[in-house]
């Protein structure tokens, strides 16, 4: 099997090939889908390609090599992803020489790399999440072998770790640092260790260097990554510690942690770091002590709340969470629970979910489904019980002044802003040298302000809140 250090192999170069068969530099499209796992994943496929001798193309028509880097964590998450598949099947047609790559976490399922491979003739590329690492190699065979590759390492155990430490990355001012790779939850709904393999930590020397390089090139925050970060095998709250020394980064995330291994360390490291941000996405999943005892998530209702309690009583903390409804079994006195943690923690934000079947994890094999209806009614209750409390907890930031950390200046024009369930509309001010911006405060609340032109990503600037919304509140700067 392919040694999982290798490096990247850049042998595979495409120079001559692009030379001849190119009158400019071949441009890439990549699209993500899923978490911020894959978002870094992508990033680090586009600096191989930069690497190779393609450029960056500014949308999918305009490309002549598009790869979709998917998710499956829930079966919407797939239907999506073949929609646009679909729809580039017809930009071939109009473009016989596009090529078309699908990698990451769908393709990674060997039955689904099946049905690509066999039902979906036009895409010339597919691979996984454990070789996203030898894209170069594979590219290389495809365009300059003429062949069509799908190869997903099946049948081998996934490599432990396929490290490419880069500080190519999609924001100039922040990015995501891997601190480890895969999951052992095995929560029994959950697809994710079946298609990231075993849980690794890297080293932190390794986490440090690429955290330091990236504070170098510019970036104010950083991320970091993994599906369970408390269980960070050489020590998380140090590793904060240490992350948190780093000249010229501003503020640290990371995501996601898991209740069941959040220690009081890590709570008071949280408290007492500067460039620590008061914010933690903690997935509650279910309220219910049974149903959490039948996902496989270690810890019950109590225990939840307890460690909600310790958190929430640092000064400006905010949590958010992540919730699923219609888990088979689950009862109208479970969804109780549920809504009963709900009213108690008050989160900040949330993720909601209807329980997706995933083939292959255990909870698949279940017939005690509940009715689609149900779990319809139970997610509308769900948002009801939340929402409101998200609306409140913006209103009281009313009047106060918060540090935004710029994420874009708006264009002139209308802009459609994308956020937590679903999007509105943000119109310029026609008052001269007023911007719209949008940031983030350091509890993670999105803001929407108007201030000085010539902010730029990065920059932390007070802002008055004048408005408070279900998802984001408003002001004005105050520099
Ligand atoms: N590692 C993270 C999150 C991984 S997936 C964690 O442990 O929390 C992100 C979220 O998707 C999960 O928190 C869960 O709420 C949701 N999810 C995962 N599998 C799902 C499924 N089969 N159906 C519905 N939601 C699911
Ligand atoms: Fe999935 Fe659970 Fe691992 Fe999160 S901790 S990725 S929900 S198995
Ligand atoms: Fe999706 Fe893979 Fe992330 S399944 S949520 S992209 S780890």
Redo the contacts with the bound molecule.
Sequence with gaps: MQNPHTPPDYRYNLSAHIDTAYPQKPRFFIKTYG?QMNERDSEKMAALLLVMGFEAADSQETADLILYNTCC??ENAEDKIFGHLGRLKHLKADKPALIIAVGGCMSQQSEMAQTLREKHRYVNLIFGTANRHRLPEFLWRVMCGGERVADITEGEELPEITDIPVTTREFSHKAGVNIMYG?D?F?S????PYVRGREKSRPQADILHEAAALANDGVKEIMLLG??VNSYAYDFPRLLREVNKIDGLERIRFM?S?PKDFSDELVAAMRDLKKVCKSVHL?L?SGSTRILADMNRKYTKEQYIALARKLTAIPDFALTT???VGYPSETEADFLDTLDVVRQVRFAGA?T??????SG?PAAQREDSVPRKVANERFDRLTAELYPIFTEKNLAKVGGVVDVMVDEAASPLVTSVECLGGSHNVTNSSEVGVVKYKGRTDDHTLVHFEAHEGLKAGDIVPVRVTEGKTFYVSGVGLD
């Design positions: 978490c964590v829930r999951c939850n929560c709904y959950c697809i994710v599906q369970n996601t898991h997935p999943q992540d919730i699923i993720f979910f209807i329980y997706s079947k995933r994890t």
